[in-house]
Structures are given as C-alpha cells and as structure tokens.
C-alpha cells in the first residue's frame, strides 16, 4: 500500500524514516501483530463422524422414552386408583378428618377389643384373590377379576366411603383368642362444618398431653354419622398453641382394606406375566 508524505505528498518508497523531497520526518510505523498459523486440522474417521452424529439423536430418544414411561407410570397410577387417591394418600399422608374444640370432658371407660367385620374381609382379600386369579387361569380371565376389584375400589373412592374400618386389635382377638379389656376414652367436639361430634379411641394410648375442654384438636380417623373413631389427635390450646399429640391404635378404612391385597396381587399378577 503507498503512503504520501503529510507535508508535500510525495509517495513515500516502504521502510523510508522521512521524505526524499522535503525532508520530514515520518513516524515509525508499529509492525503488525503476529499472527500464529493456524494448527492442522486432525482428519476424523467415519466411526468417530458417526458417534458425534448420532449423540443428539440419542439423547432425544432417551428423553422421549422418558417422557413414554413417565407417562405409561401416570396411567398406571390412575389405573389401580382409577381416578381416586383416598387409599393412597390414607396410607402415605392422611387427612385430617375434623377439627373443633373439646365441649365435654373426656371419659374413660373399659370395653372388650370389638370384632371387626373389616378385619375378616381385609383377611379374606388376601387369601380369595389369588384364589380367584389361580382358578381363572388365563390371562384374560385374571385381568377381569383385577378389573372388577379395581371398579369397586373406584365405587368406594369416589362414594367416599370409609366403614367398615379396623384396627390392629381386631386381629388379636381374631388370633390370640383373648377377650382382652382395653381402653375407650369418649368425648364431644363442636365444629363449623359438622357442629357436635362424638369422639371416641379405642384400644391402649400413648399420651402426650391431656385432654381438657377448651382446648382445639385436631382429630384422625373414620367418620360414620356423628361419631368419630379417632387414632390420632393433635391438642392445641385455645390461644393455637400446640400441647402435644394423643394416639391410639391406627384405624384402616374400608378403601385401604380394598387397596392393599388388590395392589399388591395386581403388581404380583404383572411380574408373573411379564417376565418369562
């Protein structure tokens, strides 16, 4: 590139330090920067062009059969609840099932552990099911005996159905063949929503705090009109304050009698069928 001379504009020859005519004198001129060559581009072989292909490819089919199971383990979950969660949230993260403040003060009377229906019928689930499913023999057989078990869980989820329900002391009257004597503590709450409930537990308790009229619960169990069989009560004082937590023996209600053994065997049955 030609560069004139600022003062006369004689076309400078390249390298000169001031002009032939006039005699200026020229600035240096800063060399330009360095440049490194550019480093051998590494040739790749065709498996290596391959595998770098095909990295996205794979990484889409493994988010889409992640979206497929995602959603085949949703509908399996609709399936055996067929549009209810009472079972499932009754066993993992139960409701409260009142809440009000204590009117009558709690008393406590012995009584001989009762004999719940539930129980048998919660037994009788476990043995008559496989039963059922052994004799059935084929598949589509067996798929029809889960079907109906699964409607009828479906009628009581959705009825909100919850008695007959039982507890553990069923079960040792049933086995242990003793007429024990345990524990019925009773008394009244008044609620906004259901006014005056009779609350009633059974069976031997682990007290954390003693009840008393005005204080505010919290009461956990089976409803059947206007009584309450409670397992669990957190006390409150009247201020909110918490006092502590009253249990007895848990109460199971008729959709947990259901869910449990139709569940279980439902899982069992697709194993069997699955796995060669």
């Known amino acids: 590139m030609q560069t004139p001379c600022t003062r006369c504009g004689t076309i400078l020859r390249p390298g000169a330090k001031f002009c032939a005519r ?5 600035a240096p001129t800063a060399p330009p920067p360095y440049t490194p060559p550019a480093a051998p581009a590494t040739p790749q072989t ?16 493994g988010v889409a059969v992640w979206q497929v199971s995602k959603k085949g383990m949703g509908w399996f979950a609709r399936l055996m609840t067929l549009g209810g969660r009472a ?52 598949p589509v057989g067996q798929f029809a005996i889960l079907a109906v078990g699964m409607l009828l869980l479906f009628v009581v989820n959705f009825a909100g159905l919850r008695q007959p329900a039982f507890s553990r002391l069923a079960f040792s009257r049933v086995f242990k063949r003793q007429n ?8 009244q709450i008044n609620t ?14 682990r007290d954390g705090v003693t009840l008393s009229t005005s204080q505010l619960v919290r009461v956990y169990g089976t409803l059947a009109g206007a009584q309450l069989r409670a397992w669990k009560i957190e006390v409150h004082a009247a ?22 053994p139709l569940g279980v ?12």
């Open 265 to 276: 065997w439902f899982v069992i049955w697709l194993l069997v069928l699955l796995i060669p």
């Open 192 to 205: 906004a929503q259901r006014g005056p409930l009779t609350i009633f537990l059974v069976g031997p308790r």
């Open 22 to 26: 006039c005699g200026q004198v020229l």
């Open 180 to 187: 024990q004597r345990v524990p019925d503590l009773r008394f």
């Open 87 to 138: 079972a499932y949230t009754e066993i993992v993260s139960p409701q409260a099932a009142a809440e009000g403040q204590i009117v009558t003060a709690p008393v406590e009377t012995p009584m001989a552990v009762p004999l719940e229906p539930a129980a048998w019928l919660f037994l009788a689930a476990w043995v008559l099911l496989p039963l059922l499913l052994w004799a059935a023999a084929q």
């Open 239 to 260: 201020d909110g304050q918490p006092l502590g937590t009253v249990t007895a023996p848990r109460v199971l209600p008729l959709a947990v009698t259901l869910f449990a």
């Open 46 to 61: 065709a498996a290596q062009q391959a595998a770098q292909a095909a990295v996205p490819a794979a990484r889409a089919a």
